[in-house]
């Protein structure tokens, strides 16, 4: 009896893993419509196969050897045959996987319309073998940083990971923002911003639309367990705050981009909405439902202001402003914890930040520069300016549509 | 032989075409168009970012025709785009000369063939 | 083991709600998608900003105070922190906001191409937090109408929500069209009415795949309990018929379309699915698979002659036909219950349709005159002409496809 | 006590049997996509049409009588009111719906952008209801081959249908194709094959992912059982070896595409990806992770040749690569089984394909030229030059869009 | 030197683009246009209403060709649009006069630049 | 009056209306087309098969003014186009006479309407 009752709990917490990574697996479509929408149609069939790719590279990469390094769990997943404890070690691991394929898909957006193609291939590869699952291994996974110090000590709290996926994976874009410069004609001679436009707005708002559901799996996913009453509140209440959260972030910058421009800018909505989640993502499960709205809706400020800066001020050229919506309404994610979970502090929280941001932004400009040195890491100006559809894809995205 | 090309708001495309039939005109031919004149461009926005779009989406209608008939078409154009008035943008009429029109079909060339 | 039993119940239905809740959410996207390919392009992206917003709006006002009137769950969810009994209080209402905003959604398409945003947001935050939530408390909230008459005396029965939720929308969305008239340019001088076509079908068609998908969590939720073989049957059999309407009401609406118009005419395809899966919404739980098949197929034919009677002769000008689908189908579906629920009447049945539509449509009516009083209802002329993109939201949608 | 635990475990089972089938009736807008993305925009929304239409008519018959030849359900479902013995009778039929769905979907590409509507409908009535199932009925159903022998006893073993679905489905393709010629311009009078660029990548590219998810109901749902550790084991390592095998098909296809033609072709890329799904569907349940990988790889080299062979070679025109994805690769999958399974044979194997084979193709092609007698097969050339979605669906998908 | 403008059915555009170039013709400016002439639009249906579609799709071909050319040009158009005795829609060639052709790249002008 | 015509790479819209505006050209129609000529188009590739785009996107500018004025016109056109000495698929000017035109607007014709 007490084993049949084992047996519907470990049934019940694997199917729930299952389901909300194959959410999760969703964002990556939801990924490549949002950035597919934002850049221009030359530079579309591109960004579609570097998202396609990207997700193939990091489901390799991980099952090979990053999954074993950040949890430990086998070389070539050699140990996940045997059960888990409490759900299949099969099931923790495709939950897992479909996180650092996110990490990677954030890249892809900042970098957008001049990277060479292939260059940002084995930039994957690196990534999601080594780079993330390293730090990875000492936020989850429980190692010390280069066994130097834990964070654990300092009550480091990343729920479901504001700053351990979307810093990260922001950090690592905007290394490569940085190495890459920004795309031709984007600044002119006096150094104003020229806005490019995304070529289709109702993909990019598809994309949010799936982002915002498969968050559901991301967030809800993280509380590990279901198979009890008390950790079925918690993923429900979890739920609730990420969709309060990405309610929040939609109507704050919408109201923001209306006060401030004059109208209702849909390109910000789409980025309150994802900056809504991402603010929750660190704490997800200790918000009211009226203070995770009030978290998302900061997100949702900060993202406008982010964008606006990065482009006009820093001169960061981010085509579908991944460096604004993950990493630093990440960091905000970060710093909102202990707002409302007292066990949290902002010192802790900063420390891991800075851990997070040091290395990952770290080995990856530095993987970046080597790339560079090695095989070039971007497009030449003239396959710029006929797209990198046809000369990285050989092919455009919209081959009968007559564009201006 | 004459070519009448005309520049006009897209939105007057369907009154335009059927006041031409109704003068028996029968063909015209119609392009997509991005004009630049008085009437200036609006503004938009893109991430916070405003722009100027210089160019307005315009209708280009080309109808070669007879010569003792282009005064007529001129006339039937303008009543059907100068509306209320006449607004900035309403477009503006070119004519030129053709030299020769042949229809592929039959090999007709000429006035026959408009 | 009683509790531990328990426990598992507990977790199963949480997690049940919440699946389901993701699914109706997702809707959200299908009406976005939906309305985007059915509205011309020079509208599209006023359209994605309204249905993200009227989404993110509905979602705060319902936590605010909406749900505490339907279901008295308490103000800003102050009630739902506590366990429920045999489910997740905050799973609930994560299942039962999504509803809110499908309702609110179904506003969005008739009232498009013309009316100004933030009135429409306006009216969204009335509608979601006073208008649909008191008409809910009198139906699955169990409370008396205006203290006057309880609907549940008459045996008024609504499954999941073909009049609770699919007509109340219409219902507003009706008075909507009737205060703003219809498009410029819609009806000529000899009131003959001009097709004015959507842009992109695949878009449209899109949008009804996932609403179709999403209606599973719609109507097999709204069984509200899943860890019994009982309610494990009734769902199973739920999903059965919502998929057999789906497919009869497209089956129908195609054949019709072939006979009538002598093509198969797409857009009455997706509007046959749809109207299927409103048809059987009020009543999925009692009929046979076939059963369901025919009540779809009816659906179908009906939204396919109430489109062409309110374009044509009525002069109601609905873009998307959300009124023939969601309102005319809506009543159809409530009749249709009694024919295979032995315990509902008819006379019941219009009187709960009567007291929703009169209730919604009134207070629609009259809120929609205030705000043209206030604030305007309708953009000018020539911001009509240029397509509301530009007047509301400063952008195209398609900024690089040159359209005819 | 025994009571309460065996309610659970039938909830769970049905609940598991409901999410996996929405997963996949969820590929039927895959498909959609995919296909309207691949086709040129003049016969995009005609194929919208045929996808719709095929999924309602395969619901439709498969209740009406298909299921019962397949699986003894009854006529009408009448079997289904009843419960099951472990999980709920409704949902294996909603789980078995779905698929048979797919397998007509796998049809409607190849055959696209000139055959009249009417015809492919009429074929997917027969096909849905009789081919099909009575296919099915031999191998999962455990019938004799007409009467002759078992399948059962050569050892032909296909978890999830690489060859009783996808197989299945390109062997009516390629009866079709065959009967139907290829596209009006396809080859020039030296036979030279001209590529016609489908019009919207991003909705191909979209297409794949929604596969891709769906894809984890169809093998992970093929387990049929969850509520045990067992189970539970299984589903999740089917889950991790289908996401593998997508992954190893895109990586594989596109180097080989890179390789071979110096660009990374994204049609190479999606194909790959489902190449892979493709060909671990007939054996998810034994492989390694990293076994998986591999056999999804050769699936999606496998693909690349395919598609240039029947292309180039075969003059074979199949617009979506269908014959080569699901057909070749479908045959790859049964093949790949004995690799990892010591339970099954290359013999059992091969005549298992051969017997799906040689029955769907030659009752399809009957079918097809009766058919081609009966009402005529083929558009007008006039009709195809301007496209089929004027002459069958009187109407353009994308009507403001100027095209090439 | 002339201008040449032709009107041709879309699915004629490869065929007329190589015999140009068979006989030497090395400049062509292609236009997506809308056609309005004696071949009748379609009909079309949106939710259950039917409307004729007015202007069917055309391509505009350009081709800027020196005077004793202007003869041969035009026959291969003919030839390769008039396919099977002639349909209607087949299409129109305009000709008219050209005073000045300027190639940017070097400045040449006059019939070296065509 | 004439209409120049210029035929030009898109990239270079941008900066050919301004250099048009600076020297006080108030009209231009700007078309999408597609061109044929010196500079070859590029090879795609589709599912393995690879195949030439023989049209280029290019646009073209009509530009109606004052005969004294078509030599400034010409020469701030390719002060813009011709970047770096030149390179092949710059474009090409044509110079066509215009008999009329006519703002709709106003009812101006001749040189005013210009
Ligand atoms: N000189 C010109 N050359 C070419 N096109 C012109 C010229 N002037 C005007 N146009 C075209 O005519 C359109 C209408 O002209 P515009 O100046 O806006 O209006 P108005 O006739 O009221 O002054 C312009 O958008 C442009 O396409
Ligand atoms: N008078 C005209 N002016 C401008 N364009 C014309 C004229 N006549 C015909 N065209 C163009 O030529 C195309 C073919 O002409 P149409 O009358 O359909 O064929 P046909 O040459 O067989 O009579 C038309 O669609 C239109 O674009
Ligand atoms: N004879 C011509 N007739 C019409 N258009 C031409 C002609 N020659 C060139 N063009 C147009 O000008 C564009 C540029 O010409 P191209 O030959 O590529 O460059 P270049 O001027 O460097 O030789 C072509 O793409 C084509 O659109």
Redesign the pocket.
Known sequence: MENQLFELQYAIDTFYFLVMGALVMWMAAGFSMLEAGLVRSKNTAEILTKNIGLFAIACTMYMLYGYDLMYGGGVLLNGISGEGETYSNASDFYFQVVFVATAMSIVSGAVAERMKLFTFFLFAVIFTVFIYPLEGSWTWGGQEVFGLFDLADYGFYDFAGSGIVHMAGASAALAGVLVLGPRKGKYDKKGNSKPMLGANLPLATLGTFILWMGWFGFNGGSVLAMASKESADAVAMVFVNTNAAAAGGVIAALLLAKTWFGKADLTMALNGALAGLVAITAGPDTPSALAATLIGSVGGIIVVFSIVILDRKLKIDDPVGAISVHGVVGLWGLLAVPLTNSDVGFAGQLIGAATIFVWVFGASLALWFALKAIMGIRVSANEEDSGVDISECGMEAYPEFVTK | MK?VTVIIQPKRLDSVREGLSEIG??????TEVKGFGRQKGHTELYRGAEFVVEFLPKVKL????TDERVEQVIETIIACCKVNGGAIGDGKIFVSSLEQ?I????GESGPD??
């Open positions: 070519m005109v029968t063909g015209i031919t119609a080309e109808i070669a025709i029109v229809r592929i079909r039959t063939a408009v």
